[in-house]
């Protein structure tokens, strides 16, 4: 026992850091040490199943994790990301792959379960190279965990689903008796969770003791896990289940950080165990099948992926980042096919098959994502150097000269009032070049191009950045360098506006609202209200909206309570349109 220890932590300790230092991510470096250590490899280990097994408590935690993250309000909050980019990802990808295995011959069921496991994504393995990258809260990071928690949510039935749809479960029939017990167990799991495992957690915060409270909740996890087993439902179910009750526990953050180190390591020793069971006789038999399916497999989902975040409004780059960050195969793919195995649903070489193309997918990943940075880099080589900016000394800097950025531009060149333009986007740049504005190409969220700009000395700064993500870069940057700077930014819509408030910038205007006014205030006209009428209406719809703003901005955290506000300020909108004696339409 201690001898197969030391080997895992000797593997992990070599081949992680090397995967980390290339580039590649700590997943592709615990499978490849699961291989070089595995039965197939030099083999140190020869028992991947029973390892395998064991190490499936990393995924059990990892639900747990999921669960305690899952609070209702949250979910609300992501419920476009969830619901409609995460839900229609796999309704597409799963109907996609379920017409290929009937294709192929296989059953309804058995596409069915194909389908849903190869629909998932490697949770593990996109949220650690997030969170490596530091790019988890960029909006591809926020896209892509929707998705995976949708994919994680989806999981859960589907791991309870399939002992049921294999032959074993359905040749008994139906059992009511276990129904029974699964409903009794999720209500002694509601019930427990409220009135006696909050006060056993109060209890042991009272004693003070960390060591108690990791072993409580260690304790209660994987309780919670084998009454699920217990039961006849997936041990992962259960523990999600526990996740989500305790989601508004006063002890969510302890939690959390108490299960972290062990659901790191033993996630980790999960990836070695499926480095282990990796059939390299399979992969070495056809190389060049396998890798080409599973390079299909990837470009598949990358296509729909891309296609789905591009139908929720996301840009290219950010559709093409969260397409690179998941289209590859997932760990549960791994739990729900060896499931369909023990069932009896699936068969073996089909499973072993399967895991081949999932496992070179995931190894693929890192690769793929190595590969775009590097033809990122070049692309950007070859794109024309940043100006350099001599010493300016304006009153006023412009970031993005588009259409905003030159309507500022024209009025201060006109009344000699000196500023410096930026943008980043060399096409603009000649563009505007031509019709004889002086304008430098780079990018505004580099604090040494700002200094180069005169932001020490300089009194205004416009924010006229079109991209959000790119505005609210450079926004995070003139708050924290250039403080005597007084911001005015432009705002693409209300949750920009937000953001920007968030970020300490009291002057925000939306884009779009004073020119949709006038075009209001046209039509107006144009039905008969008078100048003055139609004048006075849009001023009172204006100043009804800006305070309107201003009180869902204080409420943005709390989905009810924002819109419950909104409602009620739509009736107060109503009402004071309606006020004095303005002119009212009456058709013909």
Partial sequence: MIEQALVFITAAVVFVPISKKLG???????????????????????????????????????????????????????????????????????????????????????????????SLSSTAFALQTLIETNRLNTTFGQSAFSILLMQDIVAIPALAIVPVLGAKAMSGGLDLKGALLVVWAILGMVIG??????????????????????????????????????????????????????????????????????????????????????????????????????????SLKFIIIYLVARLFRLNHENAKMTGLMISQGGEFAFVLLTLALRSELLQQELVLTLAAIITVSMAMSPLLLLGHQLWQLRWAQAKPAFDEIKSEVPDVIIAGFGRVGQIFGRILR????????????????ELVRRFGNKVYYGDASRRELLEAAG???????????????????????????????????????????????????????????????????????????????????????????????????????????????SKQGAAQLEEVLKQDDLQTYTKG
């Fill in 193 to 298: 969770s409220r009135y006696l495992i909050r006060p056993l957690f109060r209890f042991i915060a009272s004693s003070k003791s960390r060591d108690i409270f990791t072993a409580a909740t260690l304790l209660i996890v994987l309780g919670v896990a084998a009454l699920m087993q217990q039961v006849g439902l997936s041990a992962a179910l259960g523990t999600f289940i526990a996740g989500v009750l305790l989601a508004d526990s006063e002890y969510r953050h302890e939690l959390e950080s108490d299960l972290e180190p062990f659901k790191s390591l033993l996630m980790g020793l999960f990836f070695m165990a499926v480095g282990m069971s990796i059939s390299l006789e399979l992969i070495m038999e056809k190389p060049f099948l396998i890798l080409g399916i599973a390079l299909l497999y990837i």
């Fill in 455 to 565: 932001a020490a000395k300089a009194k205004f700064f416009i924010l006229a950045v079109d991209d959000m993500e790119g505005s609210l870069s450079v926004a995070e940057e003139v708050k924290s360098h250039f403080p005597n700077l007084t911001i005015l930014a432009r705002a693409r819509n209300r949750g920009h506006a937000f953001d920007l408030r968030d970020l300490g910038i009291e002057v925000v205007k939306r884009e779009t609202l004073e020119s949709s006014l006038l075009m209001v205030e046209e039509l107006l006209m144009r039905l008969g209200f008078s100048k003055a009428k139609a004048s006075s209406l849009i001023t009172r719809f204006r100043e009804h909206d800006e305070l309107m703003l201003e009180e869902q901005y204080k409420h943005r955290s709390d989905d009810q309570m924002f819109i419950s506000v």
């Fill in 24 to 118: 590649l991510g700590s997943v592709l470096g615990y499978l490849i040490a699961g291989i070089v250590v595995g039965p197939q490899g030099i083999g140190f280990i020869t028992d991947s199943e029973s390892v395998l097994h064991f190490a499936e408590l990393g995924v059990v935690l990892l639900l747990f994790v999921i669960g305690l993250e899952i609070q209702p309000r949250k979910l609300w909050s992501m419920r476009v990301g969830l619901l409609g980019l995460g839900g229609l990802q796999i309704l597409v990808t799963s109907l996609l792959f379920f017409a290929i295995g009937l294709g192929f011959g296989l059953s309804m069921v058995v596409s069915a379960v194909v389908a849903i496991s190869l």
């Fill in 414 to 429: 006109a009344q000699g009032i000196p500023f410096v333009a930026i943008d980043h986007d060399a096409t603009q740049v």
